[in-house]
C-alpha cells in the first residue's frame, strides 16, 4: 500500500513558478513509477508527467515539456513537480499518483495510487 499527499499548490501569475511537492508512505515507493496528472474543471484527467522508480527516465506531453521537471527522492518518499513558465491554461487539480507496472506510463487507468490533489491557479 503507497499513500500520496500532495502539497504546494496556490494562486500565482503567468510567468511565475510553483514547485508541488508529493510525500508518500509505505515501503514500496521506491520500487514504483510515478507521475502527475491535472484535471481542469469540466475537463478530463490529463497526464502531466512521469518518472519511472529510479528518476533516471521521465516523459512529459508537448504541452509542459521544457517547463514542468518531474523529480523524485526515494530515501525521502518524496515526488515533485517544478513548474515554470505557468500559463492559465495550467490552472488544474494537481494529482501525484504510483503505478505497480513496470517503467512509465500516460494511462491514468495504470496508476495504482493517488492523492487528494492540490488546486494551482494562474492568473493572466
Known amino acids: 500500500q503507497v499513500q500520496l499527499v500532495e502539497s504546494g499548490g496556490g494562486l500565482v501569475q503567468a510567468g511565475d513558478s510553483l514547485r508541488l511537492s508529493c510525500a508518500a508512505s509505505g515501503r514500496a515507493f521506491g520500487r514504483y513509477a510515478s507521475g502527475w496528472f491535472r484535471q481542469a474543471p469540466g475537463k478530463e484527467r490529463e497526464f502531466v508527467a512521469a518518472?519511472?522508480?529510479?528518476?533516471?527516465?521521465?516523459y512529459y506531453p508537448d504541452s509542459v515539456k521544457g517547463r514542468f521537471t518531474i523529480s523524485r527522492n526515494n530515501a525521502m518518499k518524496m515526488l515533485y513537480l517544478q513548474m515554470n513558465s505557468l500559463k492559465p491554461e495550467d490552472t488544474a487539480t494537481y494529482y501525484c499518483a504510483a503505478t505497480s507496472t513496470l517503467g512509465i506510463t500516460t494511462n491514468l487507468e495504470e496508476y495504482d495510487y493517488w492523492g487528494q490533489g492540490t488546486q494551482v491557479s494562474v492568473s493572466s
Open positions: 518518472i519511472n522508480w529510479s528518476g533516471g527516465s521521465t
